[in-house]
């Protein structure tokens, strides 16, 4: 009688089993969904609503520029202060409208789009004829700045941080830098995709939009340069790459070039830089504005980019990027938005980031900022057309682990994840300057779950 029970019980487990992996399966998918709803809901409630003379303005997400190591004139290690910036409000926005875009049910996300592209408008660049955006806006000198008997009114305003200590007025000349394509590109990626899901209003409907956009960035590319930047010279390998340059303005030349700030916008250290991840969010912009025929630099750029990550370059081209999987992202970001020129990319990319997965599903750089390695790695994955049963399982490990270090408060149904370095005062500074924003990284992380989901549906 032994033999017929022990076959029973393995017929009956049999059964058993793949029930449970199945219900296993619809809770996760079940817990993503949940989790888009929370996240959703906390970017909603966390959006600054009304503009706080210059400490908040409406439209923006919190961010915090920080000081990762002691740094003379800067600060010193710790100290972090609140950010009012463009880049980090457009990126969420253009995370939030590819979320709309698969998934319209979420109501709450027109209503943010409209509070941020407000906030966009509000650093461009209206001293120039040409559309250009700024990281910061112009405002007043700090009052810890002004002499015995000055006031405000003494002085222009120039651009900086709303809330950084400024250690002297050098600093604060400093911190005055010219437009760049970085911004520029995210602005204009923004107002495209704010016009398709909330159709034309004065807030989305620049005259600039009724011609061709290439130009801004093509103006400023590199070639026929006499300068290089010292990032560019130690990790690069190339020149006259002929790829887009990251400052929208005239360098100088070497030998005396402008090293030092003055009162007039400038390019730190004189010298402009090529950087990866500046020029995919170009590309990407580019190919959302079909102008991929109509821009000069595109193709140098594409084999700029290429030639990046077939090196495997990744973790150093960035100038103002210190983690190892941002590049990777963008690049798939560009390649989302019709930047075809990349896909020769794209196996490269997906081998290096499932080759780092770390046995928790996590990714990480140099051991730390795991969740927003994670969250970069999982955002070029789920950016990639028909992936294979590998790539899948590795996005749902990741998600996994996302999911286990999320924080969760059940008060006011948010859940959200903790901000790691997104971007970097570059160069000299590249790891001790650095901005974090728990907003930022939560609309990257939803974004990733919702595009999940898109591709469980696609494949099933």
Known sequence: MRKPLVL?????LGIILPASAHSNADDFITNIKSSITSGIKYLSDTQVKETQNIE??????????????????IGKAGYSAYDSNLFTTATIHNSLAEIYLINPKLKEIPRMLALAM??????????????QYNFWQKLPIPTNLLGRGETV????YLRRGNHFFLQGKFVWHASNVQDDADDTSLAFAAYKLNQEILGKNSFNSPQWMDENISYVFDNWRDKNRTNRNIYNVLFGGMRETGAFLTWLGPEGSFPGHHLLPFREQYIPFGANDVDCVVNTNVLGTLALFEEQQVSEGYEKSCKFVNNKIIKKQHRKCGVYYPNAYNFYYTAMRAVHSGAECLEESVPTISTEILKHQAANGSWDTDGKD???STAYALGSLVNIKNPSEKIILAIEKGLKYLLSVS???EESGHISWEGGIFFSGGRVFRDRVSFRSTPYTTSLIIEVMTKYLFL???LS
Do not use: H, M
Not at 8 to 12: P, R
């Open 153 to 156: 009114e003494d002085y222009p």
């Open 8 to 12: 029973i019980l393995i017929l009956n």
């Open 370 to 372: 795991k969740i927003q």
């Open 56 to 73: 908040k303005f409406k439209g923006e997400w919190a961010c915090y520029e920080e000081v990762d190591k002691s740094t003379p004139r």
């Open 118 to 131: 407000e906030n966009i408008n509000l650093y461009k660049n209206e001293d120039k004829d040409i559309p």
């Open 407 to 409: 924080v969760k408060d």
């Open 456 to 458: 469980k549906d696609a």
